[in-house]
Every structure is written in structure tokens, then in C-alpha cells.
């Protein structure tokens, strides 16, 4: 089973919210799992339950739930911190639910000093840590970290969940660390977790029910962490986008690079042929263009390109270049420039693959153009597409998008699905549209995440866009409602 960090498994959770399966519920699921964990241990009279402020704390306050409906068992709870400082308001909705459980031990220790407590330690069969979850950071403070000492220094039988507090989830890093005999991992494995026996003791990866469409397509919980932008950032710090294209075709390029600034890059340059420039900066005053010195992309233009693409974080090439053999022959010799590149359309065309080293590609291609770059005929069924762009983007080091009623990304090693998106987005300049949000997003993240969620905003526009203008829905109506994915 593949692991995965603790920042793809909140992506996941908010997904499912999304998806209607609200956290609360995966909350549930989760507690009780943790509940029939220590009610299958030998020894169960006497639990304590440690809990934090977050949602792994609202975990740990579910299974004491659980757990206190049988008379032979004594459930006491600390709670390390005030009730009123519980940052979620599932987990608070949790503990408030203790008051009627009949639980008579439920203890705040808001410092280290408050010694009363301590003797449940020393008292108890079972102790769970639902201190410190997978969304821990930096130094363990106080109180938390004399309630490891405490944990560590007695004689139970320890059930972490999810990750051991102390131990950082994502690389394994730690300090004062509960030493657990077992810990529930929940939905997959974290990255984390692998080879730290000595504290995770044996892990076991709990079901909690999250829906198969959180994970394997794309949704908000994906496109979130993208939006922050600092409030002190200025001008490019949130990416410089380079368009190359025109020449046949002066539309392509301008959606591109108006797709490209709604979807929040800072600076949007447009390298076009001298032929198309006036046209393109015509479609706005936002757009910086650059006129080369032909009416077609050509070799001599390379110096100039270069020192463009050294300017910009990344580049957008192919949207309407054409197809002769010297614009071919320039756009071999542009791609080994690009440290990030979205290669789409004409410049897809007799592309030299594996990528150029040291260069983050993502290719765009509709299912014509991928037959003609794999030599393959693309089937309709789903699962055979994917596979088919699984081991092609493994081979040739890049990732891929191919187009469709339901989108495939793949990096080679993983597969995403995009759901959005609609029958009317069929009309022409929605593949331009996606390769300029796909180049926005490139610049503030990996190539992987980028294309999952450019395809996500771009479909997601297509279908408030198709939601007003129906079947006569244009690809400047999508740009147009970037702003209303980007933003909810």
C-alpha cells in the first residue's frame, strides 16, 4: 500500500466534506475503530484517554464515547489544555458529549504542575494518545510534554492514533516522542510513520470509510492550499508566466495568457511572431507582449527566447505556433531552455521525448495527439486509459493530461481523475484556457499537483460557465469565472 503525507490525507478529508461525507462522521468512524482496539486487548479495565485540542484529541474523545458504555470499564479523560481553547469544532462537539457519558474522570491540565492527575497513569491498563496528531509542527510545548513523559514512564499498553505524539508524521522527525505498542493509522499508511517501530510499535491502517472519489479525483481539498498568498507578497513572487505561441493563430496564445492571469500568476508575457502581436495585445492592456522577428516562430528568435525564459518561472509553449518543420526544429531547441514547460498543441507535434534534463514538463494532449505521440490507439475504456498514461509518463519523465469527458493526470507514478467539466467545453479555446491555469498553478507548485488542479478550475469554470450560456458556452466564459473557482 502506498503512504502518503499528512497534507494529501487533509486533502482527502476535505474532499469528502465536499462530496457530502462531512468530517464529523469520519470522526466517528475513526473513535470507534479506536474503541474496539482496546476492547480486543486482554487487559481493559482501566483506559485512559489523552487527548489534544485538534481533531486527533476528537478521536480520542469518540472512543472514550465508545468506551464508557461498558460498565466494566473505567474511562477517565485528560484533556491537555482549557475545553474552550478546542480548536475544531467536531472535536468540541466530541468532548461536550462526554459531560453525558457518566465519565467521572475528565480532567483540563492546562501546566505541568497539576500533579492529582498523575496517578491515573500509574492506574491504567490502556492508555490512548490522542495528543499530538499528523498535524503537528515544531517543538512539543507544555503541557504536552510531561504528558508524554507520563505516558512513556508507566507500564500500559499504549494505542496511538493516527501517529505517536511527538513524532512528526511527514519525515519521521521527532523530539519527546510517546513510545506506542500500537498505532492506528487511519484511510493509508504516512510517510512518517515508515521504519519507526521503536515508537509507532505495530501499525495498523484502519478503513474509516473515506470515499473512493476523494482520493482518486480531484476536488477542492487538492486546489486549497494554492490560494494562500501572503499579504506581504508583491509583484511576482506569485509566479511570471511566459506564453510562446501564434503565428497561424492569434486567439490561442491570448487565452492562454489571460487564463494564466486570472488564475493568479502575477506577470503574463506573451512571445509571439511579429504578425499576430498587435491582435494578441489587443485582448488587454494586462498583457505584456513581446514581438519576434518573424511572421513564425524560427530559430533566430532563440536568443531573445532564452533570455525570456530565464525571466519567467514558467513556460506555456505551443498554442497556435503551427506545424512547419522549422517552427518544429525551434521548439526542439526551446524546450532543453525551460526549467518548468506546459507543452501543448502544435508544439506537441514530433515532440523529442523523455523530457529534457533538469526540466519539469507537462504535456497536454486531446486523445488524437496522444495517439500520435505513443503510436497507440487510445481506447475508451477508463482504466485502460490510465494505465496506458501511467506507463507512458513513466517512461518519458513527465506528466501528462489527456483530455476527455473525464480527465486522466498521471506523473508516472500516480493517477488522478477530473470529473468537472462538460459537453460544451467541446468548443474551441478550452485547451488553451486549461494550459494557462495549468501555468499559473505550475509556478507555486509541483508538476503533478498543477495539472490535477488546473484541470479541476478549468472544468469547474466550464460548468458555471455552462450553467449561464448552455451549449453556447465560449472559452473566453470560462476565463471569465476562473475567478469564482479560485476563490469560493
Known amino acids: 500500500m502506498q503512504s502518503i503525507t499528512p497534507n494529501r490525507m487533509k486533502a482527502i478529508d476535505t474532499n469528502c466534506t465536499h462530496l457530502g461525507l462531512k468530517g464529523i462522521q469520519l470522526m466517528e468512524n475513526a473513535g470507534a475503530a479506536i474503541a474496539r482496539k482496546v476492547l480486543s486487548l486482554d487487559v481493559h479495565n482501566n483506559v485512559l484517554i489523552v487527548a489534544g485540542r485538534g481533531n486527533n484529541g ?5 472512543a472514550a464515547r465508545h468506551l464508557s458504555y461498558y460498565d466494566n470499564i473505567r474511562v477517565r479523560v485528560i484533556l491537555a489544555g482549557k475545553a474552550s481553547g478546542i480548536r475544531t469544532k467536531d472535536a468540541l462537539e ?4 462526554l459531560k453525558h457519558c457518566g465519565i467521572k474522570g475528565l480532567a483540563e491540565i492546562t501546566d505541568s504542575t497539576q500533579s492529582d492527575v498523575f496517578q491515573w497513569f500509574k492506574e491504567a491498563d490502556v492508555i490512548v494518545d490522542g495528543l499530538l496528531g499528523t498535524g503537528i509542527r ?6 504536552e510534554s510531561t504528558l508524554i513523559d507520563a ?10 492514533v493516527d501517529s505517536p505524539s511527538g513524532l512528526d508524521p511527514a519525515t519521521g522527525e521527532r523530539e519527546n516522542t510517546v513510545m506506542a505498542d500500537t498505532t492506528l493509522t487511519f484511510h493509508r499508511m504516512k510517510t512518517g510513520l515508515e521504519n519507526q517501530g521503536e515508537f509507532t510499535g505495530d501499525v495498523e491502517v484502519v478503513n474509516i470509510g473515506v470515499c473512493r472519489d476523494a482520493e482518486d479525483a480531484v476536488n477542492r481539498g487538492d486546489l486549497e492550499p494554492l490560494l494562500k498568498r501572503r499579504i506581504d507578497s508583491h509583484k511576482g513572487q506569485s509566479g511570471r508566466v511566459l506564453i510562446i505561441g501564434g503565428g497561424g493563430y492569434s486567439g490561442a496564445p491570448a487565452l492562454s495568457a ?3 492571469l486570472r488564475s493568479g500568476a502575477d506577470i503574463v508575457t506573451v512571445a509571439c511572431p511579429a504578425n499576430v502581436s498587435d491582435t494578441i495585445a489587443s485582448f488587454s492592456p494586462n498583457l505584456i507582449v513581446r514581438k519576434l522577428s518573424s511572421d513564425i516562430l524560427q530559430t533566430n ?3 531573445i527566447l532564452k533570455d525570456l525564459i530565464h525571466a519567467h518561472d514558467v513556460v506555456v509553449i505551443g498554442m497556435g505556433v503551427g506545424n512547419e518543420e522549422t517552427i518544429r526544429q525551434t521548439i526542439h531547441q526551446i524546450l532543453p531552455l525551460c526549467k518548468k514547460v506546459v507543452v501543448d498543441a502544435d508544439a506537441l507535434n514530433e515532440l523529442q521525448l523523455p523530457s529534457p534534463e533538469n526540466c519539469e514538463m507537462i504535456l497536454t494532449p486531446h486523445p488524437g495527439e496522444f495517439a500520435k505521440l505513443t503510436g497507440k490507439e487510445v481506447g475508451k475504456e477508463l482504466l485502460a486509459r490510465a494505465k496506458m498514461l501511467q506507463d507512458f509518463s513513466q517512461e518519458n519523465k513527465v506528466v501528462t493530461i489527456l483530455k476527455g469527458k473525464t480527465d486522466i493526470i498521471s506523473d508516472g507514478r500516480y493517477i488522478r481523475q477530473n470529473n468537472s467539466g462538460n459537453a460544451g467545453m467541446s468548443v474551441g479555446g478550452t485547451g488553451d484556457v486549461l494550459a494557462g491555469i495549468v501555468g499559473a498553478l505550475f509556478c507555486r507548485t509541483d508538476a503533478f499537483n498543477a495539472a490535477c488542479c488546473g484541470a479541476f478550475v478549468n472544468g469547474e469554470a466550464g460548468d458555471v460557465a455552462f450553467a449561464k450560456e448552455g451549449h453556447g458556452l465560449l472559452a473566453t466564459d470560462v476565463i471569465e469565472h476562473i475567478t469564482d473557482i479560485m476563490r469560493q
Open 58 to 62: 476528537g478521536d480520542a474523545f469518540v
Open 301 to 303: 528568435d532563440i536568443e
Open 258 to 260: 489571460m487564463a494564466a
Open 94 to 97: 466530541n468532548f461536550n458529549l
Open 151 to 160: 505516558i512513556n514512564t508507566g507500564n500500559s499498553y499504549v494505542v496511538a
Open 138 to 143: 515544531g517543538h512539543v510545548r507544555e503541557p
